[in-house]
Antibody
Framework: QVQVVQYGTEVSKPGASVKLSCKAS????????MHWVRQAPGHGLEWMGM????????RYAQKFQGRVTMTRDTSTNTVYMELRSLRSDDTAVYYC??????????WGQGFLLTVSS | QSALTQPASLSGSPGQSITISCTGS?????????VSWYQQHPGKAPKLLIY???NRPSGISDRFSGSKSGNTASLTISGLQTDDETDYYC??????????FGGGTKLTVL
C-alpha cells in the first residue's frame, strides 16, 4: 500500500530554485506531519525540515534556514519543498516522509536532483 | 546540531548477534525516547525498523530490537542473515524541535 507518491529527476543550475512535490495517496495530509530528508551520493541521511499536520507550522534544520520553504495544499493532498540558491552540494536524492510516532514512517521513492552548470 | 555518532562499519557472521551504537547528547537521545532506526538497501528508500527506542512497526522481524542508556541508543540484530548486510541509520528528536540522523553504519555479514 503506497502511502507517499514521489518520483522524478531534475537537473538545475547553480543559483536556481527548485520546488519538489509529494502526494499522499492513502491518507489526509491533515493527519500527519510530513518531513523532507535528503541523501547526497555516497553519503548519509540528512533531515531538512517538516510541515506539521495542522496549520502552517514548519520547522527547518538550521543549515537550511532562509533557503527552504515547505508548504502543503490540502485540496490536492500534496506537500511541497522549495529549495533556493542551489549549489552543487545540493545534488542528492530528496525524500518526502510521513511521520509516524516521532519517526520517519512511510518514505517516498525519492526525487533525484542534480545541480550542475 | 551535530549528527549522532555511529560506527562507520561493523561485521558479523551468519547466526550471530551484533549491536550498533548511536551516541548523542543531552539535547537529543538523552532527553527523549523519540529514537528510531532505519535499514537502507542500495538504491532503495530507508525502511523504519524501530521507533520510540524499542518498538517495532508491523511486519518487522523480532530479530531487530532497540534499547537506550543515557545518551546512547543501540540496535541489536540477532540471528544475522545475509540479507541484513546493508546500511543502518539512527535518528532522534532534539531539544531544538528538530530531528537529527546518525552518520550511518555499514554492516557486513561474512
Amino acid at each position: 500500500q503506497v502511502q507517499v507518491v514521489q518520483y522524478g529527476t531534475e537537473v538545475s543550475k547553480p543559483g536556481a530554485s527548485v520546488k519538489l512535490s509529494c502526494k499522499a495517496s492513502v491518507y489526509s495530509l491533515t493527519s500527519s506531519h510530513m518531513h523532507w530528508v535528503r541523501q547526497a551520493p555516497g553519503h548519509g541521511l540528512e533531515w531538512m525540515g517538516m510541515s506539521a499536520d495542522i496549520g502552517d507550522t514548519t520547522r527547518y534544520a538550521q543549515k537550511f534556514q532562509g533557503r527552504v520553504t515547505m508548504t502543503r495544499d490540502t485540496s490536492t493532498n500534496t506537500v511541497y519543498m522549495e529549495l533556493r540558491s542551489l549549489r552543487s552540494d545540493d545534488t542528492a536524492v530528496y525524500y518526502c516522509v510521513r511521520d509516524f510516532a516521532w519517526s520517519f514512517g512511510s518514505w517516498g521513492q525519492g526525487f533525484l536532483l542534480t545541480v550542475s552548470s | 546540531q551535530s549528527a549522532l555518532t555511529q560506527p562507520a562499519s561493523l561485521s558479523g557472521s551468519p547466526g550471530q548477534s551484533i549491536t550498533i551504537s548511536c551516541t548523542g547528547s543531552n539535547s537529543d537521545i538523552g532527553n527523549y525516547n523519540h529514537v528510531s532506526w532505519y535499514q537502507q538497501h542500495p538504491g532503495k528508500a530507508p525502511k523504519l525498523l524501530i521507533y520510540e527506542v524499542t518498538n517495532r512497526p508491523s511486519g518487522i522481524s523480532d530479530r531487530f530490537s532497540g534499547s537506550k542508556s543515557g545518551n546512547t541508543a543501540s540496535l541489536t540484530i540477532s540471528g544475522l542473515q545475509t540479507d541484513d548486510e546493508t546500511d543502518y541509520y539512527c535518528a532522534s528528536y532534539t531539544t531544538f524541535n528538530t530531528w537529527v540522523f546518525g552518520g550511518g553504519t555499514k554492516l557486513t555479514v561474512l
